[in-house]
């Protein structure tokens, strides 16, 4: 298992400002992923961060709207910019821990709403 | 081909009833297939998960049924308690893909 801390864990932003979210690991992985849940649904991958290579983003999601860093094996950041109330959701981190395709641990979320 | 798909949608069960959640997927090279629970303000905590090459995995008060043939699998909570009132959503990894693909989640109630 691992401990996945986020912050924060919950924000109120103003239309066209950027927030930064961070993920913190208590141990060292090699994939983390980055989820958005609306309200009531289900999860959907933003981008998968390994350490030393570039985000790699799923359809739909572009790096200059959510830039992405990950400097090492127990940290990354999520940026979500220019924020429109469309970005209102929640944005969950998670790890893989162990082997290629083992378990994935969550943290508990950023809860971000956009004025 | 990577979507799964999960019903019911909502479920309501007695205490001490048997709940269970259904999901089904296309894309035969996964091989991962783990169970989330999900509680208001909370991560998703992983809870269960099976790979095919057993047909069934318990844990405690929950198993999971695998169906490769039919490429279904699905949840079973024996006793279910008012405890046990989240959303749950099955998931779905394996092939090309690192990330898990999951399906749009059950919201169980378990009434006293």
């Known amino acids: 298992s691992a401990v996945i801390s986020q912050k924060p864990s919950r924000d109120i932003c103003q239309r066209g400002t950027s927030l930064t979210i961070q993920c913190q690991v208590d141990s060292q992985v090699t994939m983390m992923f980055w989820y958005r849940q609306q309200p009531g649904q289900s999860l959907t991958l933003i981008a998968t961060?390994?350490?030393?290579?570039?985000?790699?983003?799923e359809s739909g999601f572009v790096i200059d709207k959510f830039p992405i860093s990950r400097p090492n094996l127990t940290f990354s950041t999520l940026t979500v910019s220019n924020m429109s109330p469309e970005d209102s959701s929640i944005y969950l981190c998670s790890v893989e821990v162990g082997t290629s395709r083992g378990p994935q641990h969550f943290g508990d979320g950023t809860r971000l709403s956009i004025l | 081909q990577q979507q799964v798909k999960q019903s019911p949608q909502s479920l309501i069960v007695q205490k001490g009833g048997i709940s269970i959640i259904n999901c089904a997927y296309e894309?035969?090279?996964?091989?991962?297939f783990p169970w989330y629970q999900q509680f208001p303000g909370k991560g998703p905590a992983l809870l269960i998960a099976?790979?095919?090459?057993?047909s069934e995995k318990k844990e405690g008060r929950f198993t999971i049924s695998f169906n490769k043939s039919a490429k279904q699998f699905s949840l079973h909570i024996m006793d279910s308690q008012p405890g046990d009132s989240a959303t749950y959503f099955c998931a779905a990894t394996g092939g090309s893909q690192g990330n898990l693909i999951f399906g749009k989640g059950t919201k169980l109630s378990v009434k006293p």
């Open positions: 961060a390994n350490q030393g290579s570039e985000a790699t983003y």
């Open positions: 894309n035969t090279a996964f091989d991962y």
């Open positions: 099976i790979r095919p090459d057993v």
